[in-house]
């Protein structure tokens, strides 16, 4: 069997690639959906994991999990439209858990509109949370890792509106469009720092946000319709391609976008 190397230069072998021992993350939006479901995988994969939100109130259930598999959980507070509130999380991790090995940018919202609808405070919200608030989460995270010589992995959250064009979500699918060539643009930039940043673009899954669409049969049956699965998504279906993606076993892949899709995208 062919053999990998760690972050730390020791041999890897099977599974154990896989393994995420000793590694430091920090999920945001984790209090809830997608946000809580990878939180609490990389946990199952070894990690320990600090969770970030707005308001740490929300966090108990996600933390609660995470010291359930034996591993350290963190709440912080973080909103990702705030540069200095982005700075503080990173650097109380640093503090509380000696450093950051991963970042999983997962906070994000949507309001849907028609396109001739949609004001600059839609626009403006929208864009400031998806796209620039996950750039400067990545930045402040990579500051870290470069300063303490950590060969880090960063996972973005995309999306199907990454690659299709979806009526009354036009915001929604900028900011996650500009999400991929952000994660192609600082791939390359990082690479030298030993910094791998990918991409997952979840298909669909019923959350929060999205409850609102399968309410309405109609649109379900529409949508299972050009899922050549034909089954939505469950949230333990992001795991295993984010746990992949932060651990030794991808060691050489960066600037990559996976969808977790069930076959939409290759279908369509």
């Known amino acids: 069997m062919a053999q990998g190397r760690t972050a730390h230069g020791q041999v890897a072998h099977g599974l154990a690639r896989f393994s995420l021992a000793g590694k430091r993350a920090l999920v945001t939006g984790a209090s809830r959906g997608i946000g809580r479901a990878l939180a609490v995988g990389l946990a199952e ?13 929300g966090l108990d259930e996600t933390a609660a999990a995470i010291v359930a598999e034996g591993r350290r959980a963190l709440p912080l507070v973080m909103d990702v439209t705030d540069l200095a ?32 609808e949609v004001t600059e405070d839609i626009w403006d919200r929208i864009l400031d ?15 870290a890792m470069i300063a303490d010589g950590v060969a880090g992995s960063i996972v973005n959250l995309c999306s199907l509106t ?9 915001p929604y699918g900028s900011s996650k469009t500009g999400l991929l060539g952000m994660t192609r643009a600082l791939a390359a930039e990082w690479a030298p720092h030993r910094i791998r940043v990918n991409a997952i673009g979840p298909g669909y899954f019923q959350t929060d946000m999205t409850d609102v669409f399968y309410r309405d049969a109609a649109w379900r049956d529409a949508m299972l319709a050009k899922i050549p699965l034909q089954r939505f998504g469950e949230l333990d279906d992001l795991i295993g391609s984010t746990i992949f993606l932060c651990a030794d076993a991808a060691a050489y892949v960066t600037g990559q976008l996976l969808f977790i899709d069930g076959g939409y995208t290759a279908s369509i």
């Open 45 to 57: 994969a070894g990690a320990d994991v600090a969770i970030a939100a707005r308001q740490t109130a």
């Open 85 to 116: 509130s982005i700075t503080a999380a990173v650097a109380q991790m640093r503090r509380d858990f000696g450093g950051i090995d991963i970042l999983v940018n997962n906070a994000g919202i949507e309001q849907v509109s028609p396109s001739l």
């Open 129 to 143: 949370t998806n796209l620039k608030g996950a750039f400067f989460a990545a930045q402040q995270a990579a500051k």
């Open 162 to 170: 990454t690659a299709v064009g979806i009526p009354t979500a036009v």
